[in-house]
Every structure is written in C-alpha cells, then in structure tokens.
C-alpha cells in the first residue's frame, strides 16, 4: 500500500538520476496509453502526476518517490506525440539510456486494451527479454472495452488489466509491485 508518494525530479542523463532507492517500477508506453493516470491512481494523489489530453507530454525521466523505498519513473511515451522526428528520437535515447542504467528495476509496458499489443510494443518486449530487464505488460483503460472483448483478451494474453478511472485491476498491480 503506497501511503507516501512525492515528485522527487526530472532528469534527462543518469547523472542526474536521483540516488537509487532499493528499486525503480518504471512505467513505459505510447504517449496516449495513461502513465500519468496510473500513477496517480497507484497513489491516490489526482494531482501528482500531471495528466494532459495532449499527447507527449512527457519530454523527461520523472521520479516519484514512494513510501521512501522505491520509485515511480515515468518515462516519455512513444507515438501519437505530435512533435518533430528529431525530438521523437532524442525521446528514445533518453528511455534507452535509462534502461540501459545499473538502477535495479522492473519494467511495466503499458499498453492500451482499445490498441492491444502493436509492434512498438513488440520491439519493447524484445530488447527487454534480449537485455534481461524483467517486466510486466499492462493493459490500460479496460473500462473502455467491452467486457466479451476483455475475456477474450485475458484467455490470449496474459497480463494485469487495469483501469485508472474505476480502479479495475490495481490489486493485482499492487501485489506485482509488492513482491519486488
């Protein structure tokens, strides 16, 4: 159970990371898929993570920390951001070199149930299984679908389904981040 959560900083290289608490839950997705949302839910606090109906939002590393043990990290989505291919690039060197870092971490690729698993997804899971970084697929906004589409989802996939605005979900999502 998170009792305390603070934003702690933003930070573009390693150097500037905060120091390392006793591990990272690091949220990873499109620029639409609903981190910030997520994390606000996870913490009971609408305001600490800054929600926007514009995508890529999220230029930064964001640090959250919680109950003085471990972090949040809110990493710049992937996508729909409307902005020049040469900030989308320098987006993907920032979340590569955060991966890439020493800082013990598991990886939660957020995906959005509407969407499902598309191929940047798919090239997320593969370097993470090729770098031996553990992770764990989310499938967001399972209160937008329908519930026949869900079963068939769940029977295909496995996954922890969440959604951020009715809390569907967010016990199995605890119990992940509880047994790190």
Do not use: H
């Not at 710049?76 to 993907?92: D, L, N």
């Not at 509407?114 to 593969?126: F, N, T, V, Y």
């Amino acid at each position: 159970m998170i009792k305390k959560a603070s934003f702690v900083k933003s930070a573009e290289y390693e150097k500037d990371f905060p120091e390392p608490l006793s591990f990272d839950i690091v949220m990873v997705g499109r620029s639409n898929v609903g981190k910030s949302s997520l994390i606000n839910r996870l913490t009971n606090d609408r305001k600490l993570a800054r929600v926007s109906k514009t995508p890529g939002c999220t230029k930064l590393i964001n640090f959250f920390r919680i109950n003085n043990k471990f972090y949040i990290v809110d990493l710049p989505g992937y996508g729909f951001a409307k902005v020049p291919p040469s900030i989308k690039k320098k987006w993907g060197s920032i979340i590569e070199n955060y991966l890439r870092s020493a800082r013990k971490k598991i990886i939660l690729i957020l995906v959005d149930s509407k969407r499902g698993l598309e191929i940047e997804e798919e090239q997320m899971i593969e370097w993470l299984n090729y770098n031996s970084v553990p992770f764990e697929i989310v499938f967001t906004k399972i209160d937008k679908i329908k519930r026949n589409k869900l079963r068939e989802m769940k029977k295909k996939i496995s996954g922890i389904f969440v959604s951020s605005s009715s809390g569907e979900g967010m016990d199995n999502l605890f119990n992940v981040i509880s047994q790190q």
